[in-house]
């Protein structure tokens, strides 16, 4: 009987885990990245961060393991000619939402350890200046996809 009991307790733990996870008053909608060709160094994310708290917060930070660097940027007009800058935080109003699309704001992975193949999720922990960092699934779309196409990713 003992082996069942540390089992439901794990299982209980973990349920925990995750739900503090989710305690964050900013969610992830829409987390989707662009599929790269074979050996690409470089892809871009895009989201929808909503505020649904009473306080104004930045996106500060970004993780993941399949690429040696990860940031927040954005693509310009500069001189009539496109260019990307980094950014140090992206606002997110309260009870607002903050969008990251192509063309716009994205997160920029710089080294990618492999190739993002469609169809493929891989973990991204965002961290904000205020809200508990949120760890979600990037979904990846088609090459060149201008929107995201899978179902079931808000989270």
Known sequence: MKPIFFIAAMVLASMGLAQA????????????ARATPPGAKTGAV????????????????VETPIAAIAGLHAEI???????????????????????????????????????LKRGVHF???????HAAPVTAQVAVAKVGASVPEMEGMNH
């Open 21 to 32: 996870q989710s305690t964050s008053t900013i969610v992830v909608q829409s987390l989707w």
């Open 46 to 61: 895009y989201l929808v961060l909503k505020n649904n708290g009473d306080a104004d917060d930045e996106l500060i930070g």
């Open 77 to 115: 007009m500069d001189g009539g000619v496109m260019k990307m800058r980094p950014l140090k935080f992206v606002d997110i109003k309260s009870h607002g939402l903050a969008t990251l699309k192509p063309g716009g704001m994205h997160i920029m992975l710089t080294g990618l350890k492999q190739p």
């Open 123 to 129: 973990p991204m922990t965002l961290k904000f200046a």
